[in-house]
């Protein structure tokens, strides 16, 4: 089952597959280093640190891993030890904890750091008629949110497994990496008639190779070695952004979401967008700070 979300503020989709017989178009996007300048994971380590979800060991060791992401990203071993340490940090967490402390946080971590040329993209995809859909590794409480900011239709996200105490299980119930994020577009475009020859992709990441190889259109943007090789291999675009762009000054147009809209979007698997590539901690549960 997909990690999958709609955005049912947004109608233009429907009324494009109402009003045109030609078949539907979407651009798919990554999220970290595509859409916005850094992890989307470890960017709300400090925040989580203060409402005593992590300590401050593991807020440390989360600066250095967004220092070593920032620096040539993580390759598929890294990302496969990560999702093991994500399961032991995050299991025993308060869900709805989680999801105030990212709706609070929200705008002042990530808003500054969305691309204005990723911005100008979505922007013109939906003027073109196409949805856009956010198809991100990332925790679900942090995707959506993100996704709502930038009018994205859709969200395909990692989300944990909530026991019936409300908490974390430690458990992975979707983990959108690698070709799960092909396979979850090639859904997308049985169920909503999307032509994928027609479509768009964009990502930074050699792992998202699958994803782009199954779109007509694939982009590489600001790709690591691994990804710049293989774009130069098959002709793909290769696209550099680095001017990031407050969202809400580059898409006035935009509203942002209201605080109860945000906690609603927020939802499972916080821990996992926060261990997300703290791939070589210790695996012991990080005490609580």
């Known amino acids: 089952m997909l990690g999958l979300v709609e955005n049912h503020s947004l109608t233009h989709s429907m009324a494009h597959s109402m009003s045109h017989s030609t078949p539907r ?4 996007f990554d999220l970290d280093k595509t859409v ?11 925040s989580f640190y203060q409402g005593g979800l992590i300590n401050r060991r593991a807020v440390l060791r989360t600066a250095y891993a967004q220092f070593v992401f920032l620096a040539g990203g993580a390759d598929h071993d890294q990302m496969e030890r990560m999702r093991e340490y994500l399961s032991a940090l ?5 869900v709805q904890q989680v999801k105030e402390i990212v709706a609070e946080t929200l705008h002042d971590l990530i808003d500054p750091i969305i691309y204005d040329e990723a911005a100008s993209l979505i ?4 003027t073109a008629g196409r949805d856009v859909v956010i198809v991100s590794t990332s925790g679900a409480e942090v995707v959506e949110p993100i996704g709502e900011l930038l009018g994205a239709d859709r969200v395909v996200a990692t989300r ?3 026991g019936d105490d409300g908490c974390f299980t430690g458990e992975v119930e979707y983990y959108a990496y690698g070709p799960t994020k092909a396979e979850a577009i090639e859904e997308l475009a049985r169920s909503e008639g999307y032509d994928l020859a027609r479509c768009y992709a964009y990502s930074d990441s050699a792992t998202d190779v699958p ?15 691994a990804l710049r090789r293989e774009a130069l291999a098959r002709e793909w675009p290769i696209l550099d952004f680095h001017r990031p762009v407050r969202l809400k000054q580059r898409l006035p147009a935009l509203s942002a979401p209201s605080r109860p809209a945000l906690v609603m979007a927020a939802a499972v698997g916080a821990a996992a ?4 590539l703290v791939w070589y901690a210790s695996r012991r549960r990080a005490a609580v700070g």
Do not use: Q, Y
């Open 211 to 225: 994803m782009l190889k199954a779109v007509g259109h694939p982009h590489a943007v600001n790709p690591d070695r």
């Open 90 to 94: 995050c299991r025993g967490w308060n």
């Open 273 to 276: 967008a926060t261990a997300g």
């Open 123 to 126: 922007e013109e995809h939906h």
């Open 25 to 28: 178009t979407a651009a798919f």
């Open 36 to 46: 916005i300048a850094k992890s989307s994971t470890l960017t709300f380590s400090k």
């Open 160 to 162: 944990m497994v909530v």
